[in-house]
């Protein structure tokens, strides 16, 4: 078994004067996806929230492939990036092969039963409850599992619709999670689309293990909609910022009588996305909002 190292990036709000451009507004959540997909192509694997303090990125690498210069210098080009999240090594520990499944459970990734109609678990999970969906997922890292609010809030919408027969797009597919539901669902065709290449690479992995090597899983950006038909159902759980700049190209691939289900941001955020999709045509259904204060919301064309 591979030794990993654990790296723990501390990130913090900068003062708002030193802030870039203060018409772009960055949250730590969102600084820590940005400072993944920063690390992924340096050889980190996976990356998770730590339990005790939501503003520590946990990020692992295989030993071999660990050096602190790089991994500093990745953080600190974070607050050029976003100008107003900042991140620096907190500490590193080395962690020996025998003990990373010990590791990745206790920090990393749980069952979780969603709605109790679904359990998400990992290969190496033997104790899990029974849901009449099962689904395995092992990821590269941690967004995408199940656990964060907006993944859940955008599985019980898959959960709570029937979707049999529809087409369906999910966009910044991750580990393949919703793309996976939306299958068993008994959604076809099911379009998976996402930027980062190892996160790519272990959605097909993950469709594969789950017996649905049917779902179409693309590697790209918005841009990639273009070789795509439109869908019955659009998902995006990706942030807010992202959703603004490319709604457009989403509501150009949701059928007339389609629906979009968004996630990634704050309840707060939601006028600001509603303000977007209305020339679009496209208009609120429903929200749902979780006790952290992240929100799902569900758009049609009126």
Same mark, same amino acid.
């Given at each position: 078994?591979?030794d990993?190292?654990?790296?723990r990036?501390?990130?913090?709000?900068?003062?708002?004067?030193?802030?870039?451009?203060?018409? #772009?507004s960055?949250?730590?959540?969102?600084?820590?996806? #940005? =400072?993944?997909?920063?690390?992924?192509?340096?050889?980190?694997?996976?990356?998770s929230?730590?339990?005790?303090?939501?503003? #520590?990125?946990?990020?692992y690498?295989?030993?071999?492939?660990?050096? !602190?210069?790089?991994? &500093?210098?990745?953080?600190?080009?974070?607050?050029?990036?976003?100008?107003?999240?900042?991140?620096?090594?907190?500490?590193?520990?080395?962690?020996?092969?025998?003990?990373?499944?010990?590791?990745?459970?206790?920090?990393?990734?749980?069952?979780?039963?969603?709605?109790?109609?679904?359990?998400?678990?990992?290969?190496?999970?033997?104790?899990?409850?029974?849901?009449?969906?099962?689904?395995?997922?092992?990821?590269?890292?941690?967004?995408?599992?199940?656990?964060?609010?907006?993944?859940?809030?955008?599985?019980?919408?898959?959960?709570?619709?029937?979707?049999t027969?529809?087409?369906?797009?999910?966009?910044?597919?991750?580990?393949?999670? =919703?793309?996976?539901?939306?299958a068993?669902?008994?959604?076809?065709?099911?379009? &998976?689309?996402?930027?980062?290449?190892? &996160?790519?690479? !272990?959605? #097909?992995?993950?469709?594969? =293990?789950?017996?649905? @090597?049917?779902?179409?899983?693309?590697?790209?950006?918005?841009s990639?909609?273009?070789?795509?038909?439109?869908?019955?159902?659009?998902?995006a759980?990706? !942030?807010?910022?992202?959703?603004?700049?490319?709604l457009?190209?989403?509501a150009?691939?949701?059928?007339?009588d389609?629906?979009?289900?968004?996630?990634?941001?704050?309840?707060?955020?939601?006028?600001?996305?509603?303000? &977007?999709?209305?020339?679009?045509? =496209?208009?609120?259904?429903?929200r @749902?909002?979780?006790?952290?204060?992240?929100?799902?919301?569900?758009?049609?064309?009126?």
């Amino acid at each position: 078994m591979n030794d990993y190292t654990l790296y723990r990036f501390k990130l913090s709000s900068m003062p708002t004067q030193h802030c870039m451009d203060d018409s #772009v507004s960055f949250t730590i959540a969102d600084g820590a996806d #940005v =400072l993944a997909s920063l690390l992924a192509p340096a050889g980190f694997e996976s990356f998770s929230t730590d339990q005790e303090d939501a503003s #520590v990125l946990l990020a692992y690498i295989p030993r071999k492939l660990a050096d !602190n210069n790089t991994a &500093a210098e990745t953080a600190a080009s974070l607050a050029d990036i976003t100008g107003s999240i900042s991140a620096s090594i907190d500490s590193i520990e080395e962690i020996k092969g025998q003990d990373w499944n010990e590791e990745w459970e206790k920090h990393y990734f749980q069952p979780i039963v969603v709605a109790g109609r679904c359990v998400i678990h990992s290969s190496f999970h033997k104790d899990y409850p029974i849901c009449p969906l099962d689904i395995t997922i092992d990821p590269k890292m941690a967004f995408g599992t199940g656990h964060h609010a907006t993944t859940s809030l955008m599985a019980r919408f898959l959960l709570d619709n029937d979707i049999t027969g529809k087409s369906v797009i999910d966009m910044g597919t991750g580990t393949g999670l =919703l793309a996976i539901i939306a299958a068993m669902r008994g959604a076809s065709p099911v379009t &998976a689309i996402e930027i980062d290449p190892p &996160a790519k690479d !272990n959605a #097909v992995e993950n469709v594969a =293990l789950n017996g649905h @090597s049917e779902i179409n899983v693309i590697l790209g950006d918005a841009s990639a909609l273009a070789d795509v038909a439109p869908a019955d159902f659009f998902l995006a759980n990706i !942030n807010r910022n992202v959703i603004l700049a490319d709604l457009q190209a989403y509501a150009a691939h949701l059928k007339p009588d389609g629906i979009m289900a968004l996630s990634g941001f704050y309840e707060q955020d939601i006028e600001m996305l509603l303000e &977007a999709a209305a020339p679009l045509g =496209l208009y609120e259904n429903s929200r @749902s909002t979780a006790d952290t204060g992240w929100a799902s919301l569900i758009l049609k064309r009126r």
